[in-house]
C-alpha cells in the first residue's frame, strides 16, 4: 500500500513482541540529516517503547546511504544483534542516481541478511522530492522510523523463535 493511504508510524502495539533480550544494529546516514535522524528517533523510540534496553542499541553513522550495507556488515561483526536496521533517505533529484543507490543498498541488505542471518531492514526513503521525505519522517503520512523499528523487532523475534525451535504460527 503507498504511504499516501497510509500512516506509516501505524501498527498493532499489541501484537508485537517484548523486545526486552533481543539486540539491534542501527546504521543512519548523514546525507539528509534532517530528515534521516527524525527517521532514527522513531526507531529508537520505537525499540525503547517494547522494551529494548539501551545498552543493547548500538548505533553507527555513515555518510550517504550507498554506506548502509557497509555499515550494518561492520554493525553485525562488532556485536551479537538480533537484527539491523538501515535508516536514509535518497530524494530522487535531476539524475537517475537514485535508482542506482537504492537497488545497490537494497541488495547490499538482502545479501547481508541472507549471508549473517541477521534481518536487515529497510529503513531508507525513495522520495520524489524533499517535502515526500518530510512527510514520511514525521510528517503528515507518519514516521517510517517507526515502521522500520516495529519490523526490527517483529523479524529478530522470529529469528529467536525458529532458533528455539518454535512453531510459527499463522495467524489463522
Known amino acids: 500500500m503507498a504511504s499516501a493511504l497510509k500512516n506509516l508510524s501505524h501498527y498493532d502495539e499489541d501484537s508485537l513482541p517484548s523486545a526486552a533480550d533481543l539486540r539491534f544494529g542501527i546504521a543512519v546516514a548523514d546525507w539528509n540529516a534532517k530528515i534521516t535522524h527524525a527517521l532514527y528517533q522513531g526507531c529508537l523510540d520505537t525499540l525503547l517503547k517494547h522494551g529494548a534496553k539501551e545498552e543493547n542499541i548500538h548505533m553507527v553513522q555513515v555518510p550517504g546511504s550507498f554506506e ?13 544483534l538480533d537484527a539491523i536496521v538501515a535508516i536514509g533517505c535518497v530524494i530522487k533529484g535531476e539524475t537517475n542516481h537514485n535508482e542506482y543507490i537504492n537497488n545497490s543498498v537494497a541488495m547490499g541488505l538482502t545479501n547481508l541478511s541472507i549471508a549473517t542471518n541477521i534481518p536487515c531492514i529497510f529503513g531508507v526513503l525513495t522520495p520524489n522530492d524533499e517535502q515526500q521525505a518530510l512527510d514520511r519522517a514525521g510528517g503528515i503520512h507518519g514516521n517510517k522510523g517507526v515502521e522500520a523499528g516495529a519490523t526490527a523487532i517483529r523479524m529478530a523475534a522470529l529469528k529467536k523463535q525458529l532458533q528455539q525451535g518454535e512453531k510459527s504460527k499463522i495467524g489463522f
Not at 548502509?68 to 551479537?80: I, Y
Open 68 to 80: 548502509l550495507p557497509s555499515a550494518a556488515r561492520l554493525l553485525a561483526g562488532a556485536h551479537k
